[in-house]
């Protein structure tokens, strides 16, 4: 439903990154499955966030935002896949590194191996 960028700094604490990408999808359209650890917080808006990490690499996979009841966020680099859409929105771009130059809703052309 919509690929959006967060520059807010926890998410850069979770991803080790300057940002964060999700993709949101209806709750029901998901299945997950396998063995995960869960760490719960409280984001800005006062609602909970329930993330889900692979516990053998510590990669944030999947995470509940309560803010979004019925939606599940998955972490774009979980796809692996170089073509997946960019993303349409970006938030907390108060937080956003000053080298950050990013042109939301466009794609870069890829790089040659």
Do not use: N
């Amino acid at each position: 439903m919509l690929v959006a960028l967060c520059h807010c700094l926890e998410c850069q604490k979770r991803t080790g990154g300057p940002f964060g990408v999700a993709a949101f999808y209806p709750e029901a359209a998901v299945a997950t499955a396998g063995a995960a650890t869960t760490y719960r917080r409280t984001g800005d808006s006062g609602e909970d966030i329930t993330f889900h990490f692979c516990p053998t690499c510590g990669s944030s996979v999947f995470w509940y935002p309560m803010i979004k009841p019925g939606m599940v966020a998955i972490a774009v680099g979980a796809f692996a896949d170089p073509a997946f859409p960019a993303p349409a929105k970006q938030v907390y771009t108060g937080h956003r590194h000053a080298w950050v130059d990013l042109e939301i809703g466009s794609a870069p052309e890829p790089t040659p191996p």
